[in-house]
Each structure stands twice: as structure tokens, then as C-alpha cells.
């Protein structure tokens, strides 16, 4: 099964993407988490990413097109992926029907978490993630059983350098310029599905497993 997650930052694609892939044993793409990864190793992707990151900026088609194209082609991709917050601009969007066409696949289903800009807000600024699995928690709505303590693997949490209330503005204002756009194009397709993402955790992840497994209404 191949399948997309949009919506803007803080809408809790990470959260569900974590519990969706252990339930289908499919891998998480996530072009935020790939870039991350590039950034503290220093590549030379990371040093483009960040020059966009920091600010709240979307990185470039081209950049962002090329890891996700390599990521496409390994072989545990065979039986499904799932792609957090990829593709963000109609461009890549594009991009990515090219890849999938090349390859003899197509997107399954696109789901879009809805959340109003004031949650958005909230989540974003509490959100910690864990420094060695990358496990996300919020200070208030899920916070970890020891503060600063990942309940997982006992690692060390932070807070993203790009979850401060000035840099949050940006990303929305990117959000909603390049990205949101983007649900029309899908939705012409008839592949989105948009799922309530002010609910529970738990009751967020129960739609769209079901949306996944062809049990919604
Ligand atoms: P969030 O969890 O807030 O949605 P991500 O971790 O997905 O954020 O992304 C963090 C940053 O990485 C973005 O603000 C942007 O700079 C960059 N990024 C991630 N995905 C993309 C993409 N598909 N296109 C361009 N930039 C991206
Ligand atoms: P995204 O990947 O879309 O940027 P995250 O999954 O990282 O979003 O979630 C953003 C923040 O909101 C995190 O701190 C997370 O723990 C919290 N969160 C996610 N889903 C919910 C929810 N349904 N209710 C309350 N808080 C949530
Ligand atoms: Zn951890």
C-alpha cells in the first residue's frame, strides 16, 4: 500500500505515521526526518537543507525530488511506503506521479490531517523528540512518563530548533502558500481523504487505519 500524509506542521503526520507503519510494516518516509539526519552529519545535503530549514523555508523541488526518488527505489519500498510530508509543492507532486509511473506504481490513498492554526500553535511549541529513535512527545498533551526522558529507549528529548513561536509562522505561511494547494490536486483524483486531527491520538489513528483498510463509511 502506498500512501501520502499531508497537512501543516503540528498536525501529528509523525504521530500517525509511527503507529501506521508498525501496524502495516510498511517504511516511513519522512523527508523532514531524512534532512535532519543529513544535517547533523554535516553532508553536503544537509548543508543545502539548512540554509532553508532554519528558516522555516521549504528546501528546493530538485533537492528534495532527489532523495526521495533514492529512497523510492530501495527494495523495501516494494510492498508499500508511506510518505510524511513529501510531496509539499505542486512541483513535486509531479515529480513524484513521474517516479511512481516509472517504476509501475500509484499512490493508494492521500490522508489529510486537519487542525486549526491555534492547535497548530500549541503542538508545535511542546513538541519534544527523542535524540536517538526520533519519537515525538508534547509537554502537555503526550508527555513522556520521566520529563526529558524517552519512553522508548531512555534517550535524551529536545526541541527542534524550528518549533519556536517565530519560525512556527513561517512554516504555516509556507503551509498554506505551496502546500494547501496541493490537497485540490488530490482531491481531483479522488485520492484524499481528510480525517479530523483535533481528536485523540488514539482516535485519529483508528479512522485512518480504517480509511487504509476500507472500513470508512
Ligand atoms: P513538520 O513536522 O513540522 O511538518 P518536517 O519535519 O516534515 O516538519 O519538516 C521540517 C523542515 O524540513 C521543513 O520546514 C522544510 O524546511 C523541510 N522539508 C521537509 N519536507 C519537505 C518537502 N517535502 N519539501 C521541502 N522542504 C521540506
Ligand atoms: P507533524 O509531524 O505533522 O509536524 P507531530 O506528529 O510531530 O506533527 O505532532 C506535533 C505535536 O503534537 C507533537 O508534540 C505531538 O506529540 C502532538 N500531537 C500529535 N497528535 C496529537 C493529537 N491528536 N492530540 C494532541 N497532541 C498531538
Ligand atoms: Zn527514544
Do not use: W
Amino acid at each position: 500500500m502506498n500512501i501520502l500524509f499531508m497537512g501543516p506542521p503540528g498536525a501529528g503526520k509523525g504521530t500517525q505515521a509511527e503507529r501506521i507503519v508498525a501496524e502495516f510494516g510498511i517504511p516511513h518516509i519522512s523527508t523532514g526526518d531524512a534532512f535532519r539526519l543529513a544535517m547533523k552529519e554535516g553532508t553536503p545535503l544537509g548543508l543545502k537543507a539548512k540554509e532553508y530549514v532554519d528558516q522555516g523555508l521549504l528546501v528546493p523541488d530538485d533537492v528534495t525530488n532527489g532523495i526521495v526518488r533514492e529512497r523510492l527505489q530501495q527494495d523495501d519500498c516494494k510492498r508499500g511506503f508511506l510518505l510524511d510530508g513529501y510531496p509539499r509543492t505542486l512541483a513535486q507532486a509531479e515529480a513524484l506521479d513521474g517516479m511512481l509511473k516509472e517504476s509501475g506504481r500509484r499512490i493508494d490513498h492521500v490522508i489529510s490531517l486537519v487542525v486549526d492554526r491555534d492547535m497548530l500553535l500549541k503542538r508545535l511549541t511542546g513538541r519534544r523528540i527523542c535524540k536517538s529513535c526520533g519519537a515525538t512527545y508534547h509537554i502537555l498533551f503526550n508527555p513522556p512518563k520521566q520529563e526529558g526522558v524517552c519512553d522508548k529507549c531512555g534517550g535524551e528529548l529536545y526541541q527542534r530548533s524550528d518549533d519556536t513561536e517565530e519560525k512556527v509562522g513561517t512554516r504555516l505561511d509556507e503551509y498554506l502558500s505551496k502546500t494547501e494547494p496541493l490537497l485540490r490536486y488530490y482531491r481531483d483524483q479522488g485520492l484524499l481523504r481528510e480525517v479530523n486531527g483535533e481528536q485523540e491520538i488514539d482516535a485519529v489513528t483508528a479512522q485512518i487505519t480504517s480509511i487504509l483498510k476500507g472500513q470508512a463509511e
